[in-house]
């Protein structure tokens, strides 16, 4: 645990420097912020517009602002937490742009190689019951469940990206799971009953 904190205090002090040599007119200092950044920002940015091309085009755009914003930053050594946040209200800004929120594809691909029909069907329906439970969700809920469940970060990462407490992360957790159940008793009762 002390190592994850060590490399983890190494990172904010490296980005910290970064962004001061960022500040100072060095270009290549803000190249570096982007390259270990990058993949987190397109990460997070999916997860909230559902689609691939549109998370990089709203990753690029996070890190124009986050140049044009540098010497707003108050703590350099948070640079991370803080250029997420971006990343997530560039996101849910080009989402509600859209008017309307695109249907996840499903991947043919997956369904294709599964082992029989019945399989395919049912991975689909699946996938599909859960992209529609998790689109009843509050935008701030599903971003929670987005970020604590599939990209794995804690309470309080989430909370410094969505600009809310890790308490009222956790709330949201709660009671998104409470509603995911709801909404996929229905689906989890019919594949019982096929067992």
């Known amino acids: 645990m002390a190592e994850v904190e060590t490399n983890a205090e190494t990172k904010t002090a490296e980005d910290a420097e970064l962004v001061r040599a960022a500040r100072r007119g060095d270009r290549a200092a803000f190249g570096r912020l982007v390259g270990r950044h990058a993949a987190r920002a397109v990460r997070v940015a999916e997860m909230v517009l559902g689609n691939r091309a549109d998370a990089e085009d709203a990753a690029q755009d996070a890190f124009v602002r986050a140049l044009e914003r540098l010497d707003a930053l108050r703590r350099p050594e948070a640079f991370g937490a803080w250029l997420l946040r971006l990343v997530t209200t560039v996101s849910l800004n080009a989402r509600r742009a ?61 909370g410094a990206i969505m600009g809310i407490p890790a308490g009222t992360v956790r709330s949201h957790l709660h009671h998104a799971r409470i509603r995911l159940r709801q909404e996929l008793a229905p689906f989890a009762n019919e594949r019982e009953k096929e067992r």
Do not use: F, K
């Open 98 to 158: 859209r008017g309307r929120r695109r249907e996840e594809e499903i991947d043919d691909d997956a369904i294709l190689h599964a082992p029989d029909p019945a399989a395919r069907t049912s991975d689909a329906e699946l996938r599909l019951a859960l992209v529609q439970a998790l689109d009843t969700l509050s935008e701030e809920r599903r971003l929670a469940v987005l970020l604590c469940l599939v990209d794995g970060m804690n309470a309080t990462e989430a």
